[in-house]
């Protein structure tokens, strides 16, 4: 079979129901978020309906159906970031970038995942942005990080 | 092995591996539920049917909890009957209560539930679903606001019919079931067999009605509405209303379809009569030409697109004879057999049908001749029941009236294709008429033995032909499966109805969840079989004279005949 995702297919030899997730997983990580495309190829493949894994995949957090923006931002919403004031943090980003969880802006640059806990409660608040941890937030501090990423996206995304 | 349960402090008997709720049920004791559907796996989602049981702490889900030895139960002890209070106040927390505006007014199990729990008022306040409801599909209409995700309807599309175009989308309270990516039933694999209308408890799913529409054409100047009624319409309306053979049902719906203002009312027995010996006469062909696989029979709409989107390979062997909706409402609109008293007035053709699925069928681009669609609307046994209330028609005080001229004789194959093993056995018949004569006779006889395979074989002239039939996707599959593996080829003609039971178990039949139903339908319709003088399509003297018409020019026949193609959706 001619495929978009044939070397995926490779390492799931047995075409098995438990299959599904450990392929959707490697589909996400290779082309960033789940397509309608990759679904409907995968759903041949395994021989599962497409509603079917689009319902086991909507169920889970962790796959996407859009692509994500440039800089990723992780805001921790554990216990103690939350008590810490990761609720207000979460209110500024979605008034800054006019995004909400699970969304990407329109410009591409930023999308924005909220997490249970990242494990650093002793820097709460915190947001991970592209794997770069940015600790003890206050509303002033997330403005300057957010402006710092909009003003040089170019030199950053380069850089990582 | 038999032993004893105490229920409320009677001891009542239970089988061995019995399902709590069933030994409960079996023995009068009321256990509402929402999700459970006999036959299928226990899902727990509603957890309506909980009971409380002594060394338990907390109450179980009866529906999914084996009956053991001595267990001792009791149901409608005062903590259960809060639990289910609270849980009926649950699923009302974001119901959009538009009761007056909903389709199921009335006949909703939901709205039961609240009424005999006494709930007055609104206890809890949750979001409510903003999720867009689903016009896109010709027969299924759905309204995610009034789901309470019980998945009666997920389990029968997917368990049932094989084609999972409804599914749980997202989790905990985003939970809605919808269509793959949320785009609609239109391009899904929706087969619109109507069976999700038929188990939702309450209005989330019902049909697209076609009543407006009709209703505009009565009583507009424009349009000269003609009606035609299946065989199988009238079997239900029989059953529904407890009519005997002597009453004449088919008399007295035509007599209510005039008095709500049809000009003209056709029986659809007549061009089941066409099909059946179009089939039988394309099945002496093959045996002719000796083609070995077997010819599937075409007239179940949504049969026909769940081949079309998922067994495309198999479209070579389905019969090319249009159904019967199909060729009278071509009969009608074309070649002048219909003329309107009124030169300014335009043909309307209304078919009354026990199946959703038909609404797609009239709105296939191959069943349009001209530019001109053979059949304007399609109503369901629901909606007709729901025109005569407005009409205030009582069906039953009216005096029976005959089917119009030129379509008002069908022989009793009409009938015997409104449930399973029917059609099989009508083609049969015809095609012992074709190659012997009218005047001979064989013997179909369907194995008593339900668990058998649901084959007749039968000596035909000098052949020996297999009839087989098979009810429901998952059965279908099932059995063309086994045709495959096992090569054969003595099978020659396989009927496939979508729906569990035929037509009889309908999407457009009253809403029902039993499997008792199909059955008595299929009673009444054999009952009035009885009744009806002419035996096959070949003694139907007026539809034989309609056909050699159609014969003497050989383009014209090809108008009967219809395509079907590959479809792609989103499967």
Redesign the interface.
Known sequence: MDSKLTSIFARFPNKQRDDLIPMLHEIQDKYGFLS?DLI?EA?KYLNI????I??VA???DNFR?GPRGKFHIRLCHGTACHVAGSSNILSEIEKQLKISNGETDKYGLFSLEIVSCIGACGLAPLIEINDEYHANLTLDSLKNILNHYRENHNTIYEDQ | MSFIIHVNNTPIEAKEGEILLDVLRRNGIKIPTLCYMPGFTPSGACRLCVVEMEGKRDLITSCSYPAEEDMVIKTNSHRVMKAKKSLVEMLLSNHPDDCLYCERNGNCELQWLAEEMNIKERKYFSEKKTDKRDHSSPSVYRDPAKCILCNRCVRVC?EVQL?????????GNKTTVN???NKGLNI??CINCGQCIMVCPTGALVDISHIEKVQSALTGSKKYPVALVSPAFVASITEQLNLKPSDKPAGLITAALHKIGFKKVFDLGFSSDINVKLEAMLLKERAEKKIKKPVFSSCCPAWIKYAEEFIPEMISDISIAKSPQQILGHLVKNHNNVTPDDPDRQLYTVSFMACVANKFEASREENTHKGISEIDATLTVREFNKMLRSFGINILRLAPEKFDLPFNSGSNAGLKMSYSGGKAEAVALELNNIINDTKSNIKFTPPKNPGSKKEVKVQIGKQEFGFAWVSGIAEAQKYFDELKAANRTDIHYVEVMACQGGCAGGGGQPIHWSYEKPRQRKKSAQDLEKNIKIHSPSQNTMMEEHLLKFFSSGDDLKTLHTRFKKREV??
């Open positions: 309608e409907v759903g309906s497409v509603n079917k689009y319902g909507t169920f889970y159906f | 997917e084609v999972t175009a409804i599914e749980f989308i997202s989790r269509s793959a990516f899904s694999s989103l499967k």
